[in-house]
């Protein structure tokens, strides 16, 4: 299986092809509303995942993988909110 990239051509974060292929994560969405089930079965997807990897990684990887979920969870809080934002500008304006 061939690697697909994290960033894309325009140097921008491409992980949204491999969330669409979560079906989990889209099922949860299609409704529009993620409940408390929905969200602790993804915690805990979230948590096996990082079991998984944590052990296998050097000190040097285990510090690298570290700050990129630091960054990636900062970029999602972010991106909600800067999209939250523009939502409720463009409503504003109508």
Known sequence: MSRANWI????????DAHMQRLEH???????GVVDHQE?????????????????????EQ???V???LAELAAYTVMEMLH???QSRAAQAIR
């Open 83 to 85: 999209s939250m934002t």
């Open 66 to 68: 570290t700050a990129l």
């Open 62 to 64: 285990h510090a690298k």
């Open 39 to 59: 969200l602790a079965g993804q915690e805990e997807r979230l948590i096996a995942a990082m079991r998984a990897v944590e052990p296998a990684l050097s000190d």
């Open 8 to 15: 894309d051509d325009d140097n921008h974060p491409a992980l």
């Open 25 to 31: 994560f889209t099922t949860s969405l299609a409704d």
